[in-house]
């Protein structure tokens, strides 16, 4: 049981460049989750998925899209890379919100974008 | 809607001191509370969660959290800790219904 895995673990990309963050979880959680972490500023959530095939945007969704194609995968995609997307991104899912809405995490992915 | 305040963003402590790590919350409604430790370079695990029943609740690695309704509280002690103890704390608060909500984080520091 490997719980949430995210590939890559580190990343350099230059301004306008796009990549895909894989994350897989085998929990067979519902729900799915983007985080993105800064200094200062804790954890903010990018999008979220309630299940496969939807999505829904958290507080700061704008450069970024996903898809939920499969259960047990979200992906997170950066079309244009702007050097303010820097940051270490955390993947983590869920049962639902009828549970406790406990969530467990990636080991997360570094970006960096010069 | 719901919101989560961590009052100290570093707390700087000397091994085997005691350490409390306070924690706020708004909502209406009532909530499920819960601590994750970050340690250097790894994503988030659970310490500890308050779902309902005793207010005191105890986690991994000899922590424990005090749910106080009334203060809308949920703060973090160890009455001893360890170097390795060293991590980032978040405090967060899911409402019913609602998602998940984050606090900013609390830099525990713990010297030798």
């Known amino acids: 049981n490997a719980g949430v895995t995210q590939t890559p673990k580190f990343r350099v990309l230059k301004t306008g460049q796009s990549m895909t963050l894989l994350c897989a979880q085998d929990?067979?959680?519902?729900?799915m989750y983007w985080y993105r972490q800064d200094p200062g500023m804790g954890l903010r959530l990018i999008h979220y998925?309630?299940?496969?095939?939807?999505?829904a945007k958290g507080e700061v969704p704008d450069g970024y899209n996903v898809s939920r194609l499969k259960k047990q995968n979200f992906l997170l995609g950066l079309e244009s890379a702007a050097p303010s997307q820097t940051s270490v991104y955390f993947c983590?899912?869920?049962?639902?919100?009828?549970?406790?809405?406990?969530?467990?995490f990636g080991p997360g992915t570094r970006l960096t974008v010069t | 809607a719901q919101s989560v305040t961590q009052l100290d963003s570093q707390v700087p402590v000397f091994e085997e001191a005691p350490v409390e790590l306070r924690c706020n919350y708004s909502?209406?409604?009532?909530?499920?509370l819960f601590w994750y430790v970050q340690y250097p370079n790894q994503g988030l695990q659970l310490l500890l969660k308050?779902?309902?029943?005793?207010?005191l609740v105890k986690g991994i690695n000899g922590f424990e959290a005090e749910f106080n309704k009334s203060q809308t509280s949920f703060h973090l002690r160890k009455p001893s800790v360890h170097i390795s103890d060293t991590a980032e704390y978040f405090c967060?608060?899911?409402?019913?219904?609602?998602?998940?909500?984050f606090g900013e984080g609390t830099q525990l520091t713990v010297n030798p």
């Open positions: 983590a899912s869920s049962y639902d919100l009828a549970s406790t809405g406990e969530q467990y």
């Open positions: 929990m067979n959680h519902e729900y």
């Open positions: 998925s309630v299940g496969e095939g939807t999505t």
């Open positions: 909502s209406s409604v009532s909530v499920y």
């Open positions: 308050y779902l309902s029943g005793s207010t």
């Open positions: 967060a608060v899911r409402a019913s219904g609602s998602r998940l909500t």
